[in-house]
């Protein structure tokens, strides 16, 4: 697969390498989301914006892992971490479209990243472990993204303090 490369715009710099050429990382990938959104200009830019247009989505895990869903709560909030196949992997320094200054890629929400990984905290509205079938609120990635992991959202452990 090759990955769409779109102009540099002021202020951008990339990285002395194109980071998909790495091969150090051996994930394996749960399932896959599956969204409302199949191209990248009507994709939510983030889960504010998904969120607004009232679309749920859903993830399907792959059967091999479907035991990992044992206690997992439909009303509770989960962090998913996806694995965003065709975002760039080579910018160090990018301008966001609506920003009027370039930042670092690791100043950004970006979905271009040395390594592109998402994330994203749902809302589950139901859980069907038997058919690997999760539905959530809302997702701001493309159809067919990849699942790298599932965490659950802890209330305790991760909201900050109020210092």
């Known amino acids: 697969m090759t990955l769409e490369k779109t102009s540099i715009r002021p202020g951008e710099t990339t990285l002395p390498f194109d980071a998909s050429t790495a091969d150090d990382a051996r994930l394996a990938f749960i399932g896959r989301i599956r969204s409302p959104w199949t191209d990248r200009t009507d994709c939510p830019k983030n889960m504010r914006v998904a969120r607004e247009t009232n679309q749920k989505a859903r993830v399907e895990i792959d059967a091999p892992f ?35 200054t370039a930042s670092g890629t690791f100043a950004l929400r970006s979905p271009v990243r040395p390594n592109p990984i998402g994330l994203h905290l749902v809302r589950l509205l139901d859980v069907d472990p038997a058919s690997g079938q999760l539905v959530i609120d809302a997702i701001d990635v493309l159809d067919g993204t990849p699942l790298l992991d599932i965490k659950p959202y802890f209330d305790t452990v991760d909201r900050p303090s109020e210092d």
């Open 66 to 100: 479907r035991a990992a869903l044992q206690n997992l709560e439909a009303g509770r909030h989960i962090h998913l971490l996806t694995w965003l196949h065709q975002s760039r992997r080579d910018l160090a320094v990018q301008k966001p479209r609506s920003a009027e």
